[in-house]
Nanobody, 121 residues
Framework: QVQLTESGGGLVQAGGSLRLSCAAS????????MGWYRQPPGKQRELVAT???????NYADSVKGRFTISRDNAKNAVYLEMNSLKFDDTAVYYC???????????????WGQGTQVTVSS
């Protein structure tokens, strides 16, 4: 199993900034893609940003130019810098990891417990 520990959520005014962090435990899995998803109130979970182990990124159109994803492969960590936050960014943010079992090569998704981000207008 891969345990994901998230931190950095909270309450912020519109226009403000927050930084989310997610650390993955060492395990028998090799971590490939790391990313962030969010679930706004009453809506389905949606992609925010992802980054491959090689550094390629993918962002939702709604956050391009405002959010930046980064990762530290040595620490098995991924970060999300969120600037110019809007009311519509209010959601529970989830860390996601796509990993491969070192022995069986089976691929699996792992999710963090979620961290609340609330943007006041």
């Amino acid at each position: 199993q891969v345990q994901l520990t998230e931190s950095g959520g909270g309450l912020v005014q519109a226009g403000g900034s927050l930084r989310l962090s997610c650390a993955a435990s060492r395990s028998i899995f090799i971590i490939n893609d790391m990313g962030w998803y969010r679930q706004p109130p009453g809506k389905q979970r949606e992609l925010v940003a992802t980054m491959t182990s090689g550094g390629s990124t993918n962002y939702a159109d709604s956050v391009k130019g405002r959010f930046t994803i980064s990762r530290d492969n040595a620490k098995n960590a991924v970060y999300l810098e969120m600037n110019s936050l809007k009311f519509d960014d209010t959601a529970v943010y989830y860390c996601n990891v796509l990993a491969v079992h070192r022995l069986t090569r089976a691929q699996r998704d792992f999710w963090g417990q979620g961290t609340q981000v609330t943007v006041s207008s």
